[in-house]
């Protein structure tokens, strides 16, 4: 797995979220930074079934000349490196293939406050 790391430090939300301060990770499984290219990654504070959350959100585009199903799987740490859980996303739903060149948002929430994570990380995978 080939990974790329980005360290966002004060982070803001879309649109009046309440923005918070979180390190990103980027991993990428077997080279597929070839295929999908992620950006305007935000997390903000939310509620998630009534409790303290994080949503993360962004835009997935599918770099390749093929159709692509991307899921990007996110994984919240504290600041101890314990799992506090993890969440996935599909840009167009597991059961739509992104198109060459097509640019889908996702968001995927956890229920977690956002002050016990310390990082998360998102892993790409496209088949």
Same mark, same amino acid.
């Given at each position: 797995?080939?990974?790329?790391?980005?360290?966002?430090?004060?982070?803001?939300?879309? &649109?009046?979220?309440?923005?918070?301060?979180?390190?990103?990770?980027?991993?990428?499984?077997?080279?597929?930074?070839?295929?999908?290219?992620?950006?305007?990654?935000?997390?903000?504070?939310?509620?998630?079934? &009534?409790?303290?959350?994080?949503?993360?959100?962004?835009?997935?585009?599918?770099?390749?000349?093929?159709?692509?199903?991307?899921?990007?799987?996110?994984?919240?740490?504290?600041?101890?490196?314990?799992?506090? &859980?993890?969440?996935?996303?599909?840009?167009?739903?597991?059961?739509?293939?992104?198109?060459? &060149?097509?640019?889908?948002?996702?968001?995927?929430?956890?229920?977690?406050?956002?002050?016990?994570?310390?990082?998360?990380?998102?892993?790409?995978?496209?088949?």
């Amino acid at each position: 797995m080939s990974g790329t790391t980005i360290a966002l430090a004060g982070c803001s939300g879309n &649109g009046g979220g309440d923005g918070v301060e979180i390190e990103q990770n980027i991993e990428y499984a077997a080279e597929q930074d070839e295929y999908v290219e992620l950006s305007d990654i935000t997390e903000e504070a939310t509620q998630v079934n &009534g409790s303290e959350g994080v949503a993360v959100s962004g835009v997935a585009e599918n770099t390749s000349d093929n159709t692509a199903f991307i899921e990007l799987v996110m994984t919240f740490v504290d600041s101890e490196g314990t799992t506090l &859980g993890e969440t996935s996303a599909f840009p167009k739903g597991s059961t739509s293939p992104n198109d060459p &060149g097509e640019a889908a948002e996702f968001e995927a929430a956890i229920a977690e406050s956002p002050e016990n994570i310390a990082e998360y990380t998102i892993e790409v995978r496209a088949t």
